[in-house]
């Protein structure tokens, strides 16, 4: 009987874009945004990425003055584990698989380390290159899907 309760729980949790935990103290909730917050912090320190590439609808959204705190990063979460999308601009030269590589293990890093949840993937997808002396503006026209 336990085990349904605690099913109902997860669906819950994931149905409202957020990882529960419950204790004899109270549940504590990580909603997806804090999660994408705590990646994309941890995707920009690494060297060789210039920033975060959202799609065409959180383009849309800046245009019109409404920032998206989470943009190009797509957070899911499966059974007990997250899954992150993320998509970058790099810079131009740098080795591209080195640093998607060091990506990964950043954002795992960070993420189980401040929440204590299970990172299954970090998927990163390099959106487009940015140039030396190109500004953020041109990288993003080519950038979104």
Same mark, same amino acid.
């Given at each position: 009987m336990s085990g349904h309760i605690e099913s109902n729980v997860e669906t819950e949790a994931v149905a409202n874009g957020s990882v529960d935990d419950a204790t004899d103290l109270g549940a504590v909730q990580i909603h997806n945004n804090v999660v994408a917050t705590i990646a994309r912090l941890a995707a920009l320190k690494v060297p060789g990425v210039a920033e975060m590439s =959202?799609?065409?609808? @959180?383009?849309?959204?800046g245009m019109? =003055?409404? %920032?998206v705190a989470d943009r190009g !990063?797509?957070?899911d979460f499966e059974d $007990?584990?997250?899954? !992150? @999308?993320l998509h970058v601009v790099i810079d131009f030269g740098? *080795?591209?698989? %080195?640093?998607?590589? %060091?990506i990964q293990n950043e954002v795992r890093q960070a993420v189980e380390q401040m929440t204590g949840k299970n990172v299954k993937a970090v998927n990163v997808i390099v959106q487009s290159?940015?140039? *030396? =002396?190109e500004d953020? $503006?041109?990288g993003e026209e080519g950038g979104n899907p």
């Amino acid at each position: 009987m336990s085990g349904h309760i605690e099913s109902n729980v997860e669906t819950e949790a994931v149905a409202n874009g957020s990882v529960d935990d419950a204790t004899d103290l109270g549940a504590v909730q990580i909603h997806n945004n804090v999660v994408a917050t705590i990646a994309r912090l941890a995707a920009l320190k690494v060297p060789g990425v210039a920033e975060m590439s =959202g799609t065409f609808v @959180e383009g849309l959204a800046g245009m019109i =003055g409404k %920032q998206v705190a989470d943009r190009g !990063i797509r957070v899911d979460f499966e059974d $007990s584990h997250v899954v !992150i @999308e993320l998509h970058v601009v790099i810079d131009f030269g740098v *080795r591209i698989p %080195q640093v998607a590589w %060091q990506i990964q293990n950043e954002v795992r890093q960070a993420v189980e380390q401040m929440t204590g949840k299970n990172v299954k993937a970090v998927n990163v997808i390099v959106q487009s290159l940015r140039f *030396r =002396g190109e500004d953020a $503006s041109a990288g993003e026209e080519g950038g979104n899907p």
